[in-house]
Nanobody, 125 residues
Framework: QVQLVESGGGSVQAGGSLRISCASSGYTGGRPSMAWFRQAPGKEREGVAAIAWFGTTTYADSVKGRFTISRDSAKNTLYLEMNSLKPEDTAMYYC???????????????????WGQGTQVTVSS
């Protein structure tokens, strides 16, 4: 049973930084693509950033240059470093993992099989 557990969310003022983490367990093999999604109240879930097992990263236009996704395979942990945060970044952030490598648009939620419970990020102006 694959499990994803996010941590590190919180409240920060605009312009500040946060790093959220996602600890994964239960994989028996393969090198899955992983991603971060977010969902604000009343809005659809949107892809924020994704990383392939070999390291290629993809970002939503809204976070390019401000967010960095990375993974530590030895620790089975996915990270999202968020800088220059804006109030519009306020959302529940979810970690997601695919069964394997994602083919096609990597920021599509339909491509990911496993999801964490989410961690709240709130940015005040």
């Amino acid at each position: 049973q694959v499990q994803l557990v996010e941590s590190g969310g919180g409240s920060v003022q605009a312009g500040g930084s946060l790093r959220i983490s996602c600890a994964s367990s239960g994989y028996t093999g393969g090198r899955p693509s992983m991603a971060w999604f977010r969902q604000a109240p009343g809005k659809e879930r949107e892809g924020v950033a994704a990383i392939a097992w070999f390291g290629t990263t993809t970002y939503a236009d809204s976070v390019k240059g401000r967010f960095t996704i990375s993974r530590d395979s030895a620790k089975n942990t996915l990270y999202l470093e968020m800088n220059s945060l804006k109030p519009e970044d306020t959302a529940m952030y979810y970690c997601a993992a695919a069964s394997g490598s994602v083919i096609g648009w990597v920021l599509s939620a339909a491509k990911y099989r496993y999801w964490g419970q989410g961690t709240q990020v709130t940015v005040s102006s």
